[in-house]
């Protein structure tokens, strides 16, 4: 028998690949161009992150939802 939990997430990455697929009108390669680049972004935002907190510079625990600095 099928795990449902598995079949909503692929329904949900489904669907986020019709997203990004809309959003390029349709062109496949442009797509996944666009995902690349989007993976790279964040693989950098990633590094420049890790980096901060290694040299201090940046909490090491992430901020709470509906949580507010004072």
């Known amino acids: 028998m099928s795990n449902p939990s598995a079949m909503i997430e692929n329904s949900r990455y489904e669907q986020a690949c019709d997203q990004a ?6 062109n496949l390669h442009s797509t996944i161009k666009a995902l690349i680049m989007a ?11 890790q980096a ?13 939802a509906g949580s507010h600095a004072a």
């Open 39 to 49: 993976n790279e972004y964040l693989e950098a935002e990633l590094e420049e992150l």
């Open 21 to 26: 697929i809309a959003m390029c009108h349709g």
């Open 52 to 64: 901060a907190v290694a040299a201090g510079c940046a909490p090491t625990d992430p901020p709470r």
